[in-house]
């Protein structure tokens, strides 16, 4: 008979065995790590234990700890509580730790923990717009100025990177993410995570970064959150995998499980995808939370009858903390007291918590982040908006400039119509951590502070069917040199639980539109949200267009550098522009399929009938106030083995007048394989700053195993022709190349998920 004494010796082995090395590990695992774990592991009750793998709410978002009283405290103190999240400030939360690592038994330090998906209290980009970048650098400089941020106020965690590839926006949160491709997502998911932790999480500011939401998350059907995924294995791999891994590889030290099921099976409950990919094929070792009640929805989704049955099959599936539900806390006990193999997965859950807090230094100094003293200064401090500003400027994707509107006069007389313009609300976005609207600037305050006449109109508001105010924002345009016409989204059109099944713009914003632009006179469409809209009739009107997201503080300051002709625009679109709802989900990387879209109608071919083929604008479309060209396209070699690498040069020309950016775009297509390959894949970019005339060559490295495919269970190499595409988008081809790949072979990594070193000259 297998005894409790038993269990709890496999355990202390099975934690133990957890600290051994293991390559790509979120930090390193010292002496002292493992036998601190393993002692305090020796020492703890199962009620301790448990606590550790329970972390309820502080407060909400607009009342943070407001839930930590008397009884939360006397909680802590009888080991009750392994983790907060929704706490904040540097004084309240030393406080909350002292009665942790001193009023309790073993004295074990709290981790403390917040959305910080764009910012803590200094709000750059939301992470859609930080991907139109096409930068990594400035996704990590803005990564590092949150951690600084979210340290000195005393947190440990943040839940960010989101790293769901999403390619239907109906489904409101591809605000957080980057969009419909798995390797601009990977690049992204690599800069967050070193940027939000450093290369030590016992280093100076640093917070510990959680890739979410595994898996497949921005896979789920008709873009309704919360909603069922259903793909195939090759999609699961090749698309939504990478960037998980990527985020595994940099370093990350927590996963967070996703809400949906992909085939029935509930990814907190998913023992394969969690504990047998993530844990066992990945190595990962650090924290895996789910997200907020998703243990105790199991028993909605059908597949546990109790709570506790619920907290069973979360641990069997390798989840090793408890978001809010209280699951683990009120009902874990139980289901061990029913089945003792739970106990050893106890202590490998406990020993994951542990470890991560020792990685973080907390043992050794449970008081080293928060700093009142800096608390005071570094929020939203000049140092910081500058970095905001910066990546507003080139989230900014210019998509039409007919007759070169833009850049405007400085001395034109301009209307801005739209309430949008104003809304410093909407302009910190969804997911505001400490942010406040009052440390936003807006567009229209941006610009009465730099032109001499400014008129705005707010028109009519993002969600009101009211037109009253349609005539005079007419009056405004046609007494105008030009007008700044601001539609889209409010911030909270673009968020959580905000899924769309109709993407045209909301309210009276359409009739304010189309009224705007019947005067005849210049007209600049403005488009603010958080995701694609199906505008097809306005993008094709208006002579001059952006997509402008929502840009955080710096909003209205980034913005009219754009608009005045300070910075010229370098974004690049990481979702396309539908031309319809009904046409979604889309991408650019589609299969061919037997009979590819033709425009001629005549044709049966795979398209829709009552809209014109593809996006109005396609995935990595941007515009300048520049011109560039592209020559001299060469590969170092025309052959590789499965093992090799091909380096391909381009020079880019600054043709243009202005100092500009531009982003040069590889792409890579098999076109003839095992299975159907996509038409083109991006397999590396490089934003580049030209002054007019200069000429730069990039150089991309590729490898081999970038062009693997997920075969059988493996990823294959195959032997033949790899056509290459490097162009100023995926339709704006400049230039093409190709080589061989001369024999078969294998890779242990996804192709999406490889990162293309490059140089420039």
Not at 454 to 482: C, I, K, M, N
Not at 502 to 531: C, E, F, N, Y
Not at 559 to 565: E, K, M, R, S, Y
Not at 746 to 757: E, G
């Amino acid at each position: 008979m297998t005894t409790r004494r038993d269990v709890m010796a496999g355990g202390f082995a099975l934690a133990t065995t957890l600290l051994a090395p293991r390559p790509g590990r979120a930090a390193p695992v010292t002496k002292a790590h493992a036998q601190r774990v393993k002692d305090l592991l020796s020492r703890m009750t199962l009620d301790e234990k448990i606590g550790q793998m329970h972390q309820p709410a502080g407060g909400r978002q607009k009342a943070l700890n407001s839930k930590i009283d008397a009884a939360a405290l006397d909680l802590v103190r009888k080991g009750g509580v392994g983790s907060y999240l929704h706490v904040a400030g540097a004084q309240f939360l030393t406080d909350l730790q002292k009665v942790a690592v001193e009023e309790s038994r073993l004295k074990i330090p709290l981790l403390f923990a917040i959305d910080v998906v764009h910012g803590y209290r200094t709000l750059y980009p939301v992470p859609l717009a930080m991907a139109a970048t096409f930068d990594p650098e400035a996704y990590r400089a803005c990564a590092r100025m949150a951690a600084v941020e979210t340290s000195v106020a005393g947190l440990h965690w943040t839940f960010a990177p989101m790293v769901d590839v999403a390619r239907d926006p109906r489904w409101g949160r591809v605000v957080e993410g980057a969009g419909e491709d798995s390797h601009l997502g990977s690049v992204m998911s690599v800069a967050q995570t070193e940027g939000f932790q450093t290369k030590d999480l016992a280093g100076k500011d640093t917070v510990l970064a959680c890739v979410k939401h595994f898996g497949a998350y921005g896979a789920v059907a008709g873009g309704r959150d919360y909603d069922s995924a259903d793909l195939s294995e090759r999609t699961l791999n090749e698309v939504i995998l990478p960037a998980f891994e990527a985020g595994k590889t940099a370093g990350a030290g927590s996963f967070m499980t996703a809400f949906n099921d992909i085939g029935g099976v509930p990814t907190t409950a998913n023992a394969a995808l969690v504990r047998g990919h993530l844990r066992e094929k990945w190595g990962f070792d650090g924290i895996v939370v789910s997200d907020w009640n998703a243990i105790a929805e199991l028993v909605s989704h059908g597949i546990a009858e109790t709570p506790a049955q619920a907290a069973a099959l979360a641990l069997k599936a390798g989840v090793d903390m408890d978001m809010a539900g209280g699951v683990y806390a009120t009902h874990l006990k139980t289901a061990a007291a029913e089945d003792a193999a739970l106990l050893p997965l106890i202590d490998q859950a406990v020993g994951h918590i542990l470890l991560t807090k020792a990685r973080l230094g907390l043992f050794d100094d449970p008081y080293r982040f928060g700093d009142v003293a800096r608390e005071k200064t570094v929020m939203v401090s000049a140092p910081h908006r500058a970095i905001a500003r910066d990546a507003a400027r080139k989230s900014v994707v210019l998509l039409k400039n007919d007759n070169a509107l833009l850049p405007l006069a400085k001395t034109a007389k301009v209307a801005v119509v739209g309430a949008l313009a104003d809304d410093a609300r909407s302009a910190i976005g969804s997911w505001k951590a400490r942010g406040e609207e009052t440390d936003a600037v807006t567009l229209v305050a941006a610009l009465k502070a730099r032109l001499p006449s400014v008129t705005f109109v707010p028109g009519a508001a993002p969600r009101s069917d009211d037109l009253s105010g349609v005539q005079s924002a007419v009056a405004a345009a046609q007494a105008a040199d030009v007008t700044l016409l601001v539609v889209g989204e409010d911030f909270d059109h673009s968020a959580e639980s905000r899924s769309r099944s109709d993407l045209s713009l909301p309210g009276a914003q359409k009739a304010l539109a189309d009224a705007v632009l019947a005067t005849g006179k210049p007209v600049v469409l403005i488009v603010m949200g958080g995701r694609p809209l199906a505008i097809p009739d306005l993008l094709a009107k208006a002579p001059a267009s952006l997509m402008t997201w929502l840009l955080g503080v710096e909003s209205g300051p980034a913005l009219a550098d754009i608009l005045l002709g300070d910075a010229s625009p370098a974004g690049r679109l990481p979702m396309g522009l539908p031309r319809a709802s009904g046409a979604l989900p889309e991408t650019y990387a589609h299969y061919p399929t037997g009979r590819p879209a033709d425009p001629d109608l005549a044709k049966d071919t795979a398209r829709y009938h009552d809209v014109d083929v593809g996006p109005v604008y396609p995935f990595g479309h941007g515009l300048s106030y520049a011109s560039f060209g592209y020559s001299d396209l060469t590969l170092d070699k025309a052959e590789i083995g499965p093992a090799g690498t091909v380096a391909v040069t381009v020079a880019v020309t600054n043709t243009g007048k202005v100092v500009a950016d531009e982003v040069v775009q590889l792409y890579m297509r098999d076109p003839v394989a095992a299975v159907a390959r996509p038409v083109k894949e991006l397999r590396g970019f490089q934003r580049l700053a030209l002054k007019p005339g200069e000429t730069k060559k990039v150089t991309f490295k590729l490898s081999a195993r970038q062009c693997a495919f997920w075969d059988a269970g493996k990823w294959r190499i195959q032997k033949g022709k790899i056509e290459l595409m490097i162009g100023a988008s995926s339709d704006d081809i400049r230039a093409r190349a190709a080589f061989a790949i001369t024999s078969d072979g294998w890779s242990d990594t996804p192709a999406a998920a490889l990162l293309t070193p490059v140089s420039i000259a």
